[in-house]
C-alpha cells in the first residue's frame, strides 16, 4: 500500500497536526503509524502497550487497524481509555464491548485489560486498573480522539487536571458530554446515559511515549479550533496534547475547517 500523505501539515508548539481529504483517507494513515509503532515495540522489547479509545469518531480507524499485517497481535497488551460506571460489558454503549467488537475480536491481543465499570467499589477499580498501568506501561501507543467539548479520554473541562497524581480517577460526566453520546446514537436519551464514569487522567495519557489523535467530522471542529489556537488549560483538555514530545494529531477537512489557514 502507498503511504497516505496529508493536504497540509503543520506544528503547534510540540503537536504535530495533519490535515487529509476525509476521514478515510486519515483513518488509514493514522493506522500505518500505528501499526508501525506496534510492530517496532514488538521487534525492540518483545512487546507492546498500547491503549486504545472509543466512539463513532474511531470506527473508520479502528477497521483500518485490523487490516494491517505484519503486527504479532500475540504480543500486545492493550488497555483502553475509559468506561461508564454501572454499565455491564455487555451493554449496547458499554465501551468494552465496543472495543471488543471493533478491534480485539478480530486481531486477538496477548492481554486484554479492561476497566470494570460494573465493579462495587469505584475507588478501588481506579486503584487496581492504576497498578496494571504502572506495572506495564509506560504505553507505547495511546490511540486517542478529541470530544466536542474538547475532552480527551472524560477529561471533561470540569474534571480535567494537567497536574492529577492519580492515573485513573471516577468523574461526573458533563452535560455536553453526555448530550454526546445521545448524538452518536449510544442512547436513546440524555437521562439513559451514565452520569459517572471511570477514565485515565491527563497525565496518564501524556505518559505514553506517542499520542495517535483521530478526529475526524466537522462537529469536533470548534474543539480542534480551541485546542489548537486558545490557551493550554484545562478549559480545552486537549489543548494540552501541545506539550506532547511526540503526539500526532489527525484531522479531516471538517474537522479543521475552523483554523486558521496554513501553507
Not at 217 to 239: F, M, N, Q, W, Y
Given at each position: 500500500?502507498?503511504?497516505?500523505?496529508?493536504?497540509?501539515?503543520?506544528?503547534?508548539?510540540?503537536?504535530e497536526?495533519r490535515?487529509?481529504?476525509?476521514?478515510?483517507?486519515?483513518a488509514?494513515?493514522?493506522?500505518?503509524?500505528?501499526?508501525?509503532?506496534?510492530?517496532r515495540?514488538?521487534k525492540?522489547r518483545?512487546?507492546a502497550?498500547?491503549?486504545?479509545?472509543?466512539?463513532?469518531?474511531?470506527?473508520?480507524?479502528?477497521?483500518?487497524?485490523?487490516?494491517?499485517?505484519?503486527?504479532?497481535?500475540?504480543?500486545?497488551v492493550a488497555?483502553?481509555?475509559?468506561?461508564?460506571?454501572?454499565?455491564?460489558?455487555?451493554?449496547?454503549?458499554?465501551l468494552?464491548r465496543?472495543?471488543r467488537?471493533k478491534?480485539?475480536?478480530?486481531?486477538?491481543?496477548?492481554?486484554?485489560?479492561?476497566?470494570?465499570?460494573?465493579?462495587?467499589?469505584p475507588?478501588?477499580?481506579c486503584?487496581?486498573?492504576a497498578?496494571?498501568?504502572?506495572?506495564?506501561?509506560?504505553a507505547?501507543?495511546?490511540?486517542?480522539?478529541?470530544?466536542?467539548?474538547?475532552?480527551?479520554a472524560?477529561?471533561d473541562?470540569?474534571?480535567?487536571?494537567?497536574?492529577?497524581?492519580a492515573l485513573v480517577?471516577?468523574?461526573?460526566?458533563?452535560?455536553?458530554?453526555?448530550?454526546?453520546?445521545?448524538?452518536?446514537?449510544?442512547?436513546?436519551?440524555?437521562?439513559?446515559?451514565?452520569?459517572?464514569?471511570?477514565?485515565?487522567?491527563?497525565?496518564?495519557?501524556?505518559?505514553?511515549?506517542?499520542?495517535?489523535?483521530?478526529?475526524?467530522?466537522?462537529?469536533?471542529?470548534?474543539?480542534?479550533?480551541?485546542?489548537?489556537?486558545?490557551?493550554?488549560?484545562?478549559a480545552?483538555?486537549a489543548?494540552?496534547?501541545?506539550n506532547?514530545r511526540h503526539?500526532?494529531l489527525?484531522?479531516?477537512?471538517?474537522s479543521?475547517?475552523?483554523?486558521?489557514q496554513?501553507?
Amino acid at each position: 500500500m502507498s503511504p497516505v500523505h496529508p493536504v497540509k501539515q503543520w506544528h503547534v508548539e510540540s503537536l504535530e497536526v495533519r490535515v487529509y481529504a476525509d476521514k478515510r483517507v486519515l483513518a488509514e494513515a493514522a493506522a500505518d503509524e500505528v501499526a508501525d509503532v506496534l510492530k517496532r515495540a514488538v521487534k525492540l522489547r518483545g512487546r507492546a502497550v498500547a491503549v486504545f479509545a472509543t466512539g463513532v469518531s474511531q470506527l473508520e480507524f479502528l477497521a483500518a487497524l485490523r487490516t494491517r499485517r505484519g503486527i504479532d497481535w500475540e504480543q500486545v497488551v492493550a488497555f483502553h481509555l475509559d468506561e461508564y460506571i454501572g454499565l455491564l460489558p455487555d451493554h449496547p454503549a458499554s465501551l468494552r464491548r465496543f472495543l471488543r467488537e471493533k478491534l480485539f475480536a478480530a486481531v486477538r491481543p496477548g492481554a486484554i485489560h479492561y476497566m470494570a465499570g460494573e465493579a462495587p467499589d469505584p475507588q478501588a477499580e481506579c486503584r487496581r486498573y492504576a497498578k496494571l498501568l504502572t506495572d506495564l506501561g509506560p504505553a507505547d501507543i495511546a490511540c486517542i480522539g478529541i470530544g466536542e467539548n474538547g475532552h480527551i479520554a472524560f477529561n471533561d473541562p470540569h474534571t480535567a487536571d494537567f497536574n492529577e497524581s492519580a492515573l485513573v480517577k471516577m468523574v461526573e460526566l458533563d452535560e455536553v458530554c453526555r448530550r454526546q453520546q445521545v448524538g452518536e446514537g449510544w442512547f436513546s436519551r440524555i437521562e439513559d446515559v451514565p452520569q459517572r464514569a471511570l477514565t485515565m487522567t491527563v497525565p496518564a495519557i501524556l505518559s505514553a511515549k506517542i499520542i495517535s489523535c483521530v478526529t475526524p467530522e466537522a462537529r469536533k471542529a470548534e474543539a480542534v479550533r480551541r485546542a489548537l489556537e486558545g490557551p493550554i488549560t484545562p478549559a480545552c483538555p486537549a489543548s494540552v496534547l501541545r506539550n506532547h514530545r511526540h503526539a500526532i494529531l489527525y484531522l479531516d477537512r471538517e474537522s479543521s475547517s475552523l483554523l486558521q489557514q496554513r501553507e
